[in-house]
T-cell receptor, first 112, second 112 residues
Framework: QKEVEQNSGPLSVPEGAIASLNCTYS??????FFWYRQYSGKSPELIMS????GDKEDGRFTAQLNKASQYVSLLIRDSQPSDSATYLC????????????FGTGTRLKVLA | DVKVTQSSRYLVKRTGEKVFLECVQD?????MFWYRQDPGLGLRLIYF???????EKGDIPEGYSVSREKKERFSLILESASTNQTSMYLC???????????FGPGTRLLVL
């Protein structure tokens, strides 16, 4: 069974702090990794994608990938109350397939 | 920008009714997907389509069918709605196999 696991939370951080969200996956052949943000009652929207080992930064967001450890994380610097949402990790299966495997999400609460 | 639209935001139907959910994308994407999202279960793939008239079952196809007669349009059909099909239904589109999936706004379906 191919799985993507996330801590459901809630993860509570004070405003201005760094929020660290983690995701592990079971299929060593996975090639593409995505973080989506989902506000309550809304659909997921892409935050970051990462395809190779290391860090990828975009504004206040940094995605980190370690394929050897089968681990992908999302750091949110200077967290704002507007960052309060559920963050979904998604992983693609090996090349030639179309499907994502989604984690069940981590709920983040940024306290003002 | 990719735009994925869904025919209804909210829908209330009776048990046994035939229900049509429609999804349209405007970016000439090859792949389209239907998911349902339930609390604690995350996003689960119902069906996906990689070309016009082509479809494959996802993880939970029972009770559903799909239609893709035109590239931009992917329909989900509940042949005989049941209360356990009450859920948030999300459509997504994707250009290619390892690329980002873009989500529509979702349809919240209540079956009474």
């Amino acid at each position: 069974q191919k799985e993507v696991e996330q801590n459901s939370g809630p993860l509570s951080v004070p405003e201005g702090a760094i929020a660290s969200l983690n995701c592990t996956y079971s299929d060593r052949g996975s090639q593409s990794f995505f973080w989506y943000r989902q506000y309550s009652g809304k659909s997921p929207e892409l935050i970051m994608s990462i395809y190779s080992n290391g860090d990828k930064e975009d504004g206040r967001f940094t995605a980190q990938l370690n394929k050897a450890s089968q681990y992908v994380s999302l750091l949110i610097r200077d967290s704002q109350p507007s960052d309060s949402a559920t963050y979904l990790c998604a992983v693609t299966l090996p090349s030639g397939t179309y499907k994502y495997i989604f984690g069940t999400g981590t709920r983040l609460k940024v306290l003002a | 920008d990719v735009k994925v639209t869904q025919s209804s935001r909210y829908l209330v139907k009776r048990t046994g009714e035939k229900v049509f959910l429609e999804c349209v994308q405007d970016m000439d994407h090859e792949n389209m997907f239907w998911y349902r999202q339930d609390p604690g279960l995350g996003l689960r793939l119902i069906y996906f389509s990689y070309d016009v008239k082509m479809k494959e079952k996802g993880d939970i196809p029972e009770g559903y069918s799909v239609s893709r007669e035109k590239k931009e349009r992917f329909s989900l059909i509940l042949e005989s709605a049941s209360t356990n099909q009450t859920s948030m239904y999300l459509c997504a589109s994707q250009r290619g196999g390892q690329e980002t999936q873009y989500f529509g706004p979702g349809t919240r379906l209540l079956v009474l």
